[in-house]
């Protein structure tokens, strides 16, 4: 069953807009001229209960105006959207108590109070009775593993503590459907592993719908059966993330630390982007050569200090779907 | 607005109670702040002892009464939290995101928590300015058989203060910055409010029209019952208190449900 259904949902922002200087200011007060941004061009897609759905995009891809018009707090100008069967900007308040939100660049915790302060404001504000409270902020407390620090100011807590504080207080009243818009923006390696072990422990363990926004290739790989891709306000694929990660996530760039000096280094099928006796670096094809080919290869030659492995950037992805689409297009045109 | 069920009132009291709390974390800077208030009291005091003298009057308030009357009008002022910045913050930072998707009402949100740090720093400037005005010019004498009427007024008050508040607050909605708008209100509330003098000292035109406006129901009017209480004004009042209560309200009302259409939730 869709518990999330989107028919052609579009947004378009009007703002004003100024020349530069101060003529420009004086002008834009008398004369104010407006520019037209379309965020979100008419998408269309479904999302089903239990599933965990990975929408991304680069920086202004449309994926946040997106969340918001699901969520109710923006008006679409055009098309129509479902969220557990009701139409998110016309039934805010009601769908407020079956739906969760985590934006990540964006605190729902009161700064100078512990995180409890606020786990029990919003107890209250989703009128969940004292007995099932109880329950619940253990339960999280014992899912996020926050007992040593939910009763500290969340101004003293590190980036990765809090974001586990403000997802655990997006669930306390048992969202069916959870909006996590860029959970992960920040955070260290270890933070952000943890993270994602959280989100699937949620989605498995709870049975939460979630809808996940993210420019990390990482989360998705680790997370997501399924994912949406959106540029400039279009879906440009709909796939399994295995098509995605067979197709479109398979170049690695590889760093390595020596324990010790290492002039000379053979690796064959890889790109070596630099070279020096402490270290090298350099970008994998994975359907050429897999991870562990490369790096037995490496292992026998010198020892290593460190190895850090680089997704490619959303960006990368991303032209790589329009350079292939590009392709295909020039074929069938040719064909 | 939306109407407060019986359910739904616990949601609120918590809100105020965490406002409150967090409050309480400011409490040595908001100590600090009140030298402010000390000093404008100060030279108040001086000014009513030299222009009053021992038997005159101004608005039939000795010199002892004026002093009273600016410590009430005074600390309603500035334990009125500044909303219309956080609220212009929010808009401008896009964290409103994260009020708007809740369930409640936006507006008794933030009444809510215009009324748990309202109470906090009224408290601690009423005690800060009591005791300066009791040590420099005596005891106020307090009509304690009418202090809940008193009270009620004072309550009231505290509503009017925040709806007018918010109202302007909401215009970040339209403007994203409502500052101006606010520099305008405060200087009115200065004049129209009688924070410094009686509105009833003030010549007939100006009495006139700060009858008409709600400054006066919220900072002169509770102000006036606590130094010089009468029936016949507490009636008048209560019902200038309710009335501009209730437009204001509408007004609020009116504006959050156009403005909330309208407003673009900033970042990503």
Redesign the interface.
Known sequence: MAVIEVNRLHKV?RTKTKEPGLRGSVQALLRPTYSELTAVKGISFAVEEGELLAFIGP?GAG??TTI?ML?????PTGGTAKVLGLVPWES???L??N?G?V?G????L?Y??PAI??F??LG????IDSREYSRRVGEVVELFELEDFIKTPVRKLSLGQRMRCEIAASILHRPKVIFL??PTIGLDVVAKLKIRELIKRLNEEEKTTIFLTSHDAGDIEQLCKRVIVINHGDIILDAPTSYLRHNYLTTKIVNVKFSAPCPELSLSNVEILKHTDKGVKFRVDTKVKSIEGVLTELFAQVDTEDISVEEPGMEVVIRDIYGRAAEVGEQDAVG | M?LVRA??L??Y???AE?SL??RV??LADHFASSIFLLLILFIFSQLWRTVLGAGGTLAGLDSTGMLWYMVFTEVIVISTPAYHRLVSDEVK??????K?????SYTLYYLAAHCGEFAIRFVTNLAIGAVFAYLTMGPLQVAWAQLGWVIISFSLAMVLTFLMNFSLALLAFWFEDNRPFFWIQSKLVFIFGGMFVPVEAYPAGLRIVSYLLPMRYGVSAPARLMVDFDYAFLWQVLLGQFIWATILSLITAAMFQKGV?RV??N??
């Open positions: 922002f920086n994926k946040s918001k969520t109710g707090i923006l008006n805010r308040l009601q407020a108590y739906i939100t934006f660049q964006k605190s729902q009161w100078h109070l302060d606020s029990r404001l209250s504000i989703y009128e818009d860029e | 939306q359910g739904h616990k949601k009291l918590q809100v965490i709390t967090n974390v400011y930072s896009g964290d409103i995101a994260y708007l998707n809740r369930p409640y259409r673009h939730v970042g990503g």
